[in-house]
């Protein structure tokens, strides 16, 4: 059943192009369906290369007068953007719980996540410093500042709809970069509502572009992305082999990138951790949006000292969890985006299982409940030579291991091409600094399994991508650096 929206104009079923919401010639559509559900939403065009292209140029144009724009503009329609996204909360989750199937309360606070930074990088955008730097030669002087970098392509995927548009917009936004968001063919809906209250915060027309592209007409827009001359740098989140391929496609025309991809990330519990905290907050980062986001635990490292108490514990936990439609009252978490995410985690709990991994707590489909709908497994005895091991999940599976030493455990934890997040549970002051120092991940979170905010500097290492997203870094990822030289100044 779809949600009453206080304010219906949240609701767009048109790309959004230079200030107006755009009548596609496509004689293409596709479909949103409600996973929980099955329902279609709505059906949308599906955009073709060619107004893909045009909307490339009127980013491309926008960028010549938004550039030279003030940063306290910048700034109050920023804020001006946050203040929306907040009085229009609720609405904002009903659209994401639509489309996407997660619980209302995560939602909700995708919202608030994803509206902290507009408020972030309302503040940060009159603190784009450079320096004064003194060269060999005491006549001349340097002068650096930073320029916006250019049209900028968002490239954003199904697991925070909102958020992740959110993330990427606000710093390009700050600097004054024009922004053109392709959102993911399965939830397009809250990258429109964006677009509706950009709109209405004072921003420029065409400073934000929503294109409308169905899943399999994707590849054909990134590609369009990837080698337009106009656009100059390109953010993503999503898969690694997919980040590769748009790497590839952008070095014709070497454009900036910001690259946030897969993860294989661990938590490891010692033996002297806080032993409630610890299974609190494992649970936190496992099993948000059932896990399907990229920080989420994939690989669960306990000392042998407590692995029969923490499972125990684990376990319990997960048993409380109530699985239904995310609009339901009391609802923890919902149903899964599609049935390939379904069918990813019984291909790793059937590996596991084959290999000597133990059923703690069974789960499975909930066809009651409907297609998309899966009940979390937690597996124990899990070996390194499962699939679980060495590929991200991404669904509600819980696969832990036993480890004894920290010796052990730091050279399991960084035997993966990955390294986006890390999770380390300790009281114990000198295995924390020394852990998190020696872990190959970009963002380690000590004692707690919630650690997004937009101060962090939020992004990894090694195949996991490079850029980071929020914090005083933020901005970096879309400016250059611009040297004058002052010559002679004493005459």
């Known amino acids: 059943m779809a949600p009453q929206l206080k304010n219906p104009h949240l609701f767009q079923s048109k790309p959004f192009i230079n200030g107006q919401w755009y009548d596609s010639k496509s004689t293409k559509t596709f479909k949103v369906y409600d996973p929980a559900t099955e329902e279609v939403i709505v059906e949308l065009p599906d955009q073709t290369p060619e107004e893909i292209a045009e909307a490339i140029k009127i980013t491309s144009n926008a960028f010549e007068t938004y550039k030279k724009t003030s940063a306290h503009d910048r700034s109050r329609w920023l804020r001006n953007l946050y203040n929306l996204m907040m009085e229009n909360l609720d609405d904002l989750a009903a659209i994401i719980t639509w489309e996407n199937g997660k619980c209302l309360t995560d939602a909700i606070g995708e919202v608030k996540y994803g509206a902290s930074y507009f408020e972030w990088f309302a503040e940060e955008a009159k603190r784009n410093y450079g320096h004064t730097i003194q060269p060999a030669n005491p006549n001349n002087k340097i002068v650096t500042y930073k320029q916006p970098v250019g049209p900028v392509g968002l490239l954003c995927p199904f697991n925070f709809p909102s958020a992740m548009g959110a993330r990427k917009a606000a710093p390009a936004f700050a600097v004054g970069c024009t922004c053109i968001l392709k959102p993911d063919g399965q939830t397009p809906l809250s990258s429109l509502a964006l677009a509706y209250l950009a709109d209405q915060a004072g921003f420029p027309k065409g400073v934000f572009n929503v294109v409308l592209v169905s899943v ?145 707590v069974e789960g499975g489909e909930l066809p009651k409940l409907g297609k998309h709908f899966y009940a979390p497994y937690v597996l124990k005895d899990i070996t390194n030579d499962m699939k679980v091991h060495n590929e991200e999940t991404f669904g509600p599976l819980a696969a832990i291991f036993k480890f004894e030493t920290k010796e052990e455990v730091l050279k399991e934890c960084n035997a993966t091409p990955y390294g986006l997040a890390a999770y380390v549970f300790s009281e114990n002051l000198n295995t924390v600094y020394t852990v998190s120092e020696d872990l190959e991940a970009g963002m380690v979170s000590v004692n707690t399994g919630l650690f997004t905010d937009a101060a962090l500097p939020f992004g990894g290492v090694k195949e996991s991508g490079f850029g980071r997203e929020g914090s005083l870094y933020g901005m970096d990822d879309y400016t250059v650096v611009k040297s004058m030289v002052l010559g002679n100044v004493y005459r």
């Open 216 to 360: 399999e007409s994707t590849p054909a827009c990134g590609l369009e992305f990837c080698e337009s001359p106009l656009i100059k740098k390109i953010s993503f989140t999503g898969s690694t082999p997919v980040g590769k391929l748009l790497y590839k496609q952008s070095s014709l025309t070497l454009k900036k990138m910001s690259m946030e991809l897969g993860g294989n990330a661990p938590i490891i519990v010692f033996d002297d951790a806080d032993l409630e905290l610890a299974v609190e907050q494992s649970i936190a980062s496992k099993f948000r949006s059932l896990g399907q986001t990229c920080v989420c635990a994939n690989r669960l490292y306990v000392q042998s000292g407590v692995y029969d108490k923490f499972i125990s514990m684990f376990a319990d936990k997960v048993r409380q969890f109530k699985i239904g439609n995310g609009f339901d009252e009391g609802v923890t978490h919902g149903c899964l985006i599609n049935t390939k995410a379904m069918r990813k985690v019984e291909e790793h709990v059937e590996d596991a299982l084959s290999k000597g991994a133990l059923i703690v």
